[in-house]
């Protein structure tokens, strides 16, 4: 099946940073790739998603590109907020046949100084 | 449009006692996810149902979890008896056949059992 690597946090910035979370991944065929963020006592939320290779996906001012040729999907923010702390995470189908399923990279933990 | 429901939202239990959790899906939604996590394992698929039934039901840790899915818009999580080990927020999430690995999920239950 497929799985996906995240890199591990705690991660802290000052606001107006530049936030770089890294997503690898390996996978049969070209599944369509997830971003989900957590804020501090809620539920995951989908965040953004590509679906297919060189596809961009963006929301709320964070972007991530789905890039075959390095297996990646790299989630980045130009200026981070205080708002934007919470934890974030990687995710793909598991793999053909069985798409309803995610595969979850373990999370990133973001912390925005002001 | 109401999101996922979950109830409780908190419960506390002692050692031995049966517990309940509960979700209602999002309208119209067909599949069905109940996630555990933790600090130390993150997040964990329990089981998932499509139309009310269980697909996949590998992540459950063992007898004293069960699930059911009675109708499309109820389903229960059950641990009897409940450990302290079991301490930890419990999600359920819902996707629709359109969209099916778009996961909306509830607030969580966080359960501690003391």
């Known amino acids: 099946g497929n799985s996906v690597t995240q890199m591990e946090g705690p991660v802290t910035l000052s606001e107006e940073a530049f936030l770089t979370i890294n997503c690898t991944y390996t996978?049969?065929?070209?599944?369509?790739l997830f971003w989900y963020v957590q804020y501090p006592g809620e539920g995951l939320q989908l965040l953004l998603k590509a679906t297919k290779a060189d596809d961009k996906g963006s929301n709320k001012g964070f972007e991530a590109t789905y890039r075959k040729e390095t297996t990646s999907f790299h989630l980045e923010k130009g200026s981070v907020q205080v708002s934007d702390s919470a934890v974030y995470f990687c995710a793909l189908p598991l793999g053909a046949g069985n798409n309803r399923k995610l595969i979850w990279g373990l999370g990133t933990s973001l912390a925005v100084n002001p | 449009d109401a999101g996922v429901i979950q109830s409780p939202r908190h419960e506390v239990t002692e050692m031995g006692q049966e517990v309940t959790l509960r979700c209602k899906p999002i309208?119209?939604?067909?599949?069905l996810f109940w996630y555990r996590q933790t600090m130390m394992r993150g997040l964990e698929l329990l089981i998932y149902?499509?139309?009310?039934?269980?697909?996949?039901d590998s992540g459950m840790p063992e007898d004293r979890f069960s699930a059911k899915m009675p109708n499309a818009s109820f389903s229960t999580l059950k641990i009897q008896p409940s450990e302290p080990r079991d301490s930890a927020v419990y999600f359920c999430?819902?996707?629709?056949?359109?969209?099916?690995?778009?996961?909306?999920f509830g607030p969580g239950t966080r359960l501690t059992v003391l």
């Open positions: 996978a049969t065929g070209y599944p369509s």
């Open positions: 149902f499509n139309n009310n039934v269980p697909i996949d």
């Open positions: 999430a819902s996707s629709s056949a359109l969209s099916v690995n778009e996961q909306f």
């Open positions: 309208s119209g939604h067909n599949s």
